[in-house]
C-alpha cells in the first residue's frame, strides 16, 4: 500500500483497521485479533462501548471545542470533580492534558514554579529510577531511566539521576525479606538526595507498577511507604506515574491506592479516554495549588487542545463505565483468573522466569535459564519475534526487550480490556504460548 503516513517504522506495511468488537479489532480483509494488551494498556473498554459512543455523539452536537483561555466546559468541570472526588487523600486539583508525556511535562514544570513560588529556587533536581519510562517529549524522556530510548537523545536531555527500580525479581536478596528489601532501594532515595543536596532536589517520580519497560514490575509492601516518608523529611515532591498503571489497571481507579500512598501529584492518561479520546490529566494537591494561586497567579504552561470538550466528555463516560459498571470488581476478578491461566501455562516453563503484575496488568519474563535467570543474546530480537508470531496467530500483545538494562531482558506485557471474558483469557494464553514457542524454535 502507497502511504504518506510518517508512522513509527520505516519498515513494513500495516494491516488497516476497519472496526472494533469488544475484545477484538478486525482489519479490512476480515481478520480478527484479540487485543491483550490494549494496544499500550489503553482499551480499557474495549473497542466498541456504546454508552462512550453515545456520551460523543451527543457532545459534538453541542459543542467540540473552546480554547481554555477564553471559557471552560461542563464536561471538563465535571471530570475534573470526579477524578478528584476518587483521587488520594490532599488531591484537590486536575490540570487536563491530551496524553500522558504532556502530564508529565507538566507535572516538573509545575513542582519547579512550586518552589520558585514559595521561595526555594535552588530546587530543580529530579530523582526517578532505572527503566522506569515516562513518556517520549523530552522533559518525561529525561526523567525515563530507559537507556534505549534515552541514548540518541542524550544531548537534549536535562540532567536527571536514576536510583535503583523496586525490581523483586532480579534484585531481592534470597534471605532478604520483602519489607527488607524494599527497605533497601527505597533508602537509596535518601542517599542520593544527601549525594545531589537536599536543597537542590525538587522531585522524586516513580511508576507504582511499571510498565512498559519491565513488564508491570509492582513495588513490594512497604517501599512507596517509606519512599513518601523520604520525600517528607527532605521537602521533595512525590510524583506517581500512573499513565499506564492507573484508571483501573489494577483493580484501583488509582493504582497507589493498593501501596496506601498519597502522593504530591499523579499523572494518568492511556485508560482515562479508553482509546475514544485523546486525553491525560496532572492530578496536584490543593497546596500546590495554593502556592500558585498566592504567588505569580498562573502557571507558565499550557496547550491548545487541554480540556478539550470532546476529551473530558469521553473521559467521564469512561469513568462511568468503570466506577458504575463494576468494572474494578471485575479486573480484580479476571485479573486473578489470566495471572492463574499464566501460571498453569507458563509456571513450569523452561524459558519462563517471572510472571508479575496486578488486576489485568500482568508482564511474562523470558530467561534462557530459569536457575540462573540469564537472559537471552540481545541479538536474538525475541521480544520483536514473539510480537510479530502472536499478531500472526490473531493476538496484540507487548513484548520488549532491554527489561533490565536497556540491552538485556524479553519481557511481554498483557492489559487485556476489562471487560474479557473468561474464554478469551483462554485464546489470550493460549495464542501467546503458540506464538512464544514458535520464536523460542525460530
Known sequence: MNTHIFGRSTKGALPVVAGGEGCYLIDTEGRRYLDGSGGAAVSCLGHSNAAVRAALHAQIDTVAFAHTGFFTSQPAEQLADRLVANAPEGIDR???????????????????????????????????????????????????????????????????????????????????????????????????????GPDSVMAFMAEPVVGATSGAVPAVPGYLKRVREICDQYGILLILDEVMCGMGRTGHLFACTEDGVAPDMITIAKGLGAGYQPIG?????????????????????????????????AANAVLSEILDGGLLAQVHTQGAKLDAALRATFGQHAHVGDIRGRGLFRGVELVADRETKATFDPKRGLAARIKK??????????????????????????????????????????????????????
Open 281 to 313: 490529566a496532572l492530578l496536584t494537591s490543593g497546596a500546590i495549588y495554593d502556592a500558585i494561586a498566592a504567588g505569580t497567579g498562573f502557571f507558565q504552561h499550557g496547550h491548545t487542545y487541554m480540556g478539550h470538550a470532546m476529551a473530558a466528555t
Open 94 to 196: 486536575v490540570y487536563l492534558v491530551s496524553g500522558g508525556s504532556e502530564a508529565v511535562e507538566a507535572a516538573i514544570k509545575l513542582a519547579r514554579q512550586y518552589f520558585l513560588e514559595i521561595g526555594q529556587p535552588n530546587r530543580h533536581r529530579v530523582i526517578a529510577r532505572r527503566q522506569s519510562y515516562h513518556g517520549n517529549t523530552l522533559g518525561a524522556l529525561a526523567a525515563g531511566g530507559n537507556a534505549w530510548r534515552r541514548t540518541q537523545f542524550a544531548p537534549l536531555l536535562a540532567d536527571t539521576t536514576h536510583i535503583s527500580p523496586c525490581y523483586e525479581y532480579r534484585d531481592r536478596a534470597e534471605d532478604e525479606t520483602q519489607e527488607a528489601y524494599g527497605l533497601r532501594v527505597a533508602n537509596e532515595l535518601e542517599t542520593e538526595i544527601l549525594r545531589l
Open 389 to 442: 508470531e502472536a499478531f500472526a496467530a490473531g493476538l496484540i500483545c507487548y513484548p520488549m526487550s532491554g527489561t533490565i538494562d536497556g540491552q538485556h531482558g524479553d519481557h511481554i506485557l498483557l492489559a487485556p480490556p476489562f471487560i474479557i471474558e473468561d474464554a478469551q483469557i483462554d485464546e489470550l494464553v493460549g495464542k501467546l504460548s503458540l506464538a512464544i514457542d514458535r520464536s523460542l524454535a525460530a
